[in-house]
C-alpha cells in the first residue's frame, strides 16, 4: 500500500488542522493504521492508531482529548482532527499502516506516508 499524507500548514495556538492520509494500491481497509509525528531533532513518536473497523482507538497522552482519528475506508483515507493546538505539536506528521494488532512503535509499521509540516506559533 501507498500512503499520501496531506493537510499539514502553519497555524496557531488553539487552532485547529485536519490531516489527511490517502491511501493506494491495496484497501486502506486491511490495516491498522496510525499516526507519528518526529519534532526538529527528536525521535519519532506515536500520535494515535486506529484498527480496521475504526472502533478501537488509542492516543499518545500528549494529545488525549484534543486529536481524533478516525478513516474512513470507503475513501480510503485516514484522518487526523487536531484540536486545542499547541507550540508543542510542532513536528512532522506521518501515518503508518501495519497488518497486525496496534502498536505504538514506530519500528512495527510496514508502510509510511512521506510526511506532512504542522507548525504551531504561539
Known amino acids: 500500500v501507498q500512503l499520501q499524507a496531506s493537510g499539514g500548514g502553519h497555524v496557531q495556538t488553539g487552532d485547529s488542522l485536519r490531516l489527511s492520509c490517502a491511501a493506494s494500491g491495496r484497501p486502506l481497509a486491511s490495516y491498522q493504521m496510525a499516526w507519528f509525528r518526529q519534532p526538529l531533532g527528536k525521535e519519532r513518536e506515536f500520535v494515535a492508531t486506529?484498527?480496521?473497523?475504526?472502533?478501537?482507538?488509542h492516543y499518545a497522552d500528549s494529545v488525549k482529548g484534543r486529536f481524533v482519528i478516525y478513516r474512513d475506508d470507503a475513501e480510503n483515507t485516514l484522518y487526523l482532527q487536531m484540536n486545542s493546538l499547541k507550540p508543542e505539536d510542532t513536528a512532522v506528521y506521518y501515518c503508518?499502516?501495519?497488518?497486525?494488532?496496534?502498536?505504538?512503535?514506530?519500528?512495527?509499521?510496514?508502510?509510511w506516508g512521506q510526511g506532512t509540516q504542522v507548525t504551531v506559533s504561539s
Open positions: 503508518a499502516a501495519r497488518s497486525n494488532a496496534w502498536s505504538v512503535y514506530a519500528s512495527n509499521y510496514n508502510y
Open positions: 486506529i484498527n480496521p473497523p475504526g472502533f478501537e482507538r
